[in-house]
């Protein structure tokens, strides 16, 4: 069983950048799939991004493409998600979660995930 502790939010300006990160321990990290939720202030979670277990694909939701990079160091155990231009609509609660089915599919769907972080929350000024 993996565990999942997500860093690197905060408060930043509209136009600004954050990096989150997602540290992972306990499992073998390059078992598995990792994917980036947010959820907002009385929404439902909803997907960010994902990359596959070797860093070879990735997926994004339209509003996170062209604007958030995600990224893994298998070395490393962690996650990345580079956020540019950030807009007050991306205020919400970052989760990162581990999909171990190794499936040929980077699944958008929370419940696929099977390991979640706490999540690290991200505030965007306008």
């Known amino acids: 069983q993996v565990q999942l502790v997500e860093s690197g939010g905060g408060l930043v300006q509209a136009g600004g950048s954050l990096r989150l990160s997602c540290a992972a321990s306990g499992g073998t990290f390059s078992n598995y799939h990792m994917g980036w939720f947010r959820q907002a202030p009385g929404k439902e979670r909803e997907f960010v991004a994902a990359i596959s277990w070797n860093g070879a694909n990735t997926a994004y939701s339209d509003s996170a493409k062209g604007r958030f990079t995600i990224s893994r160091d298998n070395a490393k155990n962690t996650v990345l998600l580079l956020m540019n231009s950030l807009k007050p609509e991306d205020t919400a609660i970052y989760y990162c979660?581990?999909?171990?089915?190794?499936?040929?599919?980077?699944?958008?769907?929370?419940?696929?995930?099977?390991?979640w972080g706490q999540g690290t929350q991200v505030t965007v000024s306008s």
């Open positions: 979660a581990a999909d171990n089915s190794r499936s040929r599919i980077l699944y958008k769907w929370s419940y696929k995930y099977d390991y």
